[in-house]
């Protein structure tokens, strides 16, 4: 197979974005390797700061079992959060944009300060202002969500968008984040359920790999930065007029409207 050209992939993935045509996944014609989707990422992420948008943060993605077996990718990844996939509270999904969005239930940690990896889950916490419950809204695009690792990376791990609840309590506020409990319900029906732990073991724990990671690379995350620790449960679609509601146990809900 061909090695993928990086800029070209790139360019793709921003006219299937603006356009809302989803693509099949570019594993299935070219080479792309891990690192090279990264590349991609790297420069759709760029063209995002040229466009006047602010990196605020960072997602984890695949970081359940739930996601990972329903996605069928057996490993996490990162993409990059910026101040205009921010969903106000009260705000509807903006579907209009979007080519097909489903919702999820995440934690989402504000650090206080930078944290350097090669970091571990007591390093992330000590380094963690606050976290709240947030609904995370992927849009794949790529058609019927079908990817592999590279495609979903290149792809900027499906982001489009966050809501973020109300509630931001310091970690030693709460119980341990392993067992705090997550709800999901879609126009008031129970649709999963998980706890913390089901994200890499501990929620700081998919944090720390993102600082491990970056770290590798020379890379930190700045004090400021909005992490969001991947998907708790499967997504849900979001249609016109469905409402979707988290709740985590001491965090309160958050929820949002199709
Ligand atoms: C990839 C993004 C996964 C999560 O929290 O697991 C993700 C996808 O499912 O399209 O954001
Ligand atoms: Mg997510």
Redesign the pocket.
Same mark, same amino acid.
């Given at each position: 197979m061909k090695r993928a050209d990086v800029h070209q992939v790139a360019a793709a993935i921003a006219v299937a974005e603006a356009e809302r045509t989803a693509l099949p996944p570019f594993t299935d014609s070219v080479e792309l390797s891990e690192p090279a989707a990264y590349e991609v990422q790297a420069l759709t992420v760029a063209g995002r700061v040229a466009r006047g948008e602010r990196v605020i943060g960072a997602?984890?993605?695949?970081? %359940?079992a739930a996601?990972q077996r329903t996605?069928q990718v057996d490993q996490p990844l990162y993409g990059w959060l910026t101040d205009a996939m921010h969903l106000p509270l009260g705000e509807p999904v903006p579907r209009a944009r979007l080519i097909h969005p489903r919702v999820?239930p995440?934690i989402a940690f504000v650090l206080g300060r930078e944290l350097r990896g090669p970091a571990t889950v007591a390093d992330v916490l000590a380094a963690t202002e606050g976290v709240c419950v947030a609904l995370?809204v992927?849009d794949?695009r790529y058609a019927g969500?079908r990817f592999r690792l590279p495609d979903?990376v290149a792809d900027n791990? %499906?982001a489009a968008a966050f809501v973020l609840g109300g509630t931001l309590r310091a970690p030693s506020q709460l119980d341990d984040l392993r067992t705090l409990g997550c709800v999901l319900t879609r126009d008031g029906e129970v649709v999963a359920t998980a706890a913390g732990a089901a994200v890499l073991g501990h929620p700081a724990a998919a944090v720390a790999w993102l600082a491990t990671r970056l770290a590798a690379r020379g890379e930190s995350l700045p004090a400021g930065s909005l992490v969001?620790s991947?998907?708790l449960t499967d997504?849900v679609p979001i249609g016109d007029g469905t409402t979707v509601c988290a709740e985590v146990e001491g965090l309160g809900s958050v929820e949002v409207r199709g």
């Open positions: 997602k984890l993605g695949l970081t %359940s996601k996605m999820e995440e995370e992927i794949s969500f979903v791990a %499906s969001l991947g998907a997504a």
